[in-house]
Structure formats: C-alpha cells, structure tokens
C-alpha cells in the first residue's frame, strides 16, 4: 500500500503537458521503488519509441507484470471522414489525412494487429494482458479482471 501511495502522489504531480518515452517512465518507477512484486501497467502502449523495450526491462526487474493496454473509443472506430489534420497530443506531430472507407480499413486492420502482438509479446514473457477502451468504467475492470486474477480483492 505505502508503494500505491508513492504512486498516485507521483501520479498527481505529472502535468498532462509532461512528454517522456514509455521506457523513461519505467525505468524511473524501477529506481523509486526496487525489488520483486506486482505491477500493473496501464498504457495504450502507443510510443513512437516503441513498448518492447520498456515490458522487457520490468521483465528483468523479475516483477509480476499485468499490461492493461487502454484505447479511447475513437481510436478503436474511428467516426471520420474527409480530409483531416490530425495532431499528436504529446508531441505535437501533425499528419494530414483524407479518411476514406479503405483508409480507415486499413487503419483498423493495422491497429489489431498492433494489439495482437502485445498480447503476444505478453505472453510469451509471462506477462498477463488486457485490451480495453475508455468506455469500460473502472470498477467493471477492477471487478471482471483484476479481481479474477487476484490482484484485488
């Protein structure tokens, strides 16, 4: 419980504005708070930089890792159509796009394939993993998986 606390404390003082890679955000929890033990990872894993690297290194810190990969509604079924310009919340990246029905076809198609391979990347390193949206309210999540799994009572 005292390491929860740290967390959400450490979660309050994060501006939304603050940028960093997945990996930098690992590593900095592994060297506040060392040793074995349960992690739950919530992320929609969506780093230019990549996921892998930052899954392996809590791998080698031998904690028990549970990945909840987060999706906002949007992100799963796009509603758009035409030409778009779309900024990157965190770093600023603009793309122009025309979203067409074979453009968002493909987009889907590539999006499951991304969250197919993280679950497979999860679990082939023993790592648990759950794909939700942010429609999912949290005490569904808590009670249908994480309590299942006994990470909560």
């Known amino acids: 419980r005292k390491s929860m606390w ?3 404390e450490w979660l309050d003082g994060v501006s939304p504005d603050q940028s960093g890679t997945l990996l ?7 060297l506040r708070n060392s040793g074995k033990g349960i992690l739950v990872v919530i992320s929609d894993l969506l780093d230019k930089t990549g996921y892998e690297q930052a899954l392996r290194f809590l ?5 028990d890792v549970y990945v909840i990969q987060v ?13 778009l310009k779309l900024v990157d919340c965190e770093d600023r990246d603009i793309a122009e796009i ?6 968002i076809a493909r ?4 999006l499951a394939a991304f969250t ?9 390193r023993g790592m648990n993993y759950l794909l ?10 808590v009670s249908s998986y994480l309590r299942k799994r006994g990470l909560v009572r």
């Not at 999706?71 to 030409?83: Q, R």
């Not at 939700?132 to 999540?141: G, S």
């Open 132 to 141: 939700a949206t942010n429609q999912l309210p949290v005490e569904q999540l």
């Open 6 to 8: 740290r967390m959400l």
């Open 107 to 110: 987009y889907k198609q590539t």
């Open 98 to 103: 025309t979203a067409s029905a074979p453009l």
């Open 71 to 83: 999706l906002s509604a949007e992100e799963v079924d796009p509603d758009v159509k035409g030409d």
């Open 116 to 124: 197919s391979g993280a679950r497979e990347f999860c679990t082939r």
């Open 59 to 63: 791998v080698s810190q031998q904690m």
């Open 24 to 30: 930098d955000g690992v590593k900095n929890f592994c």
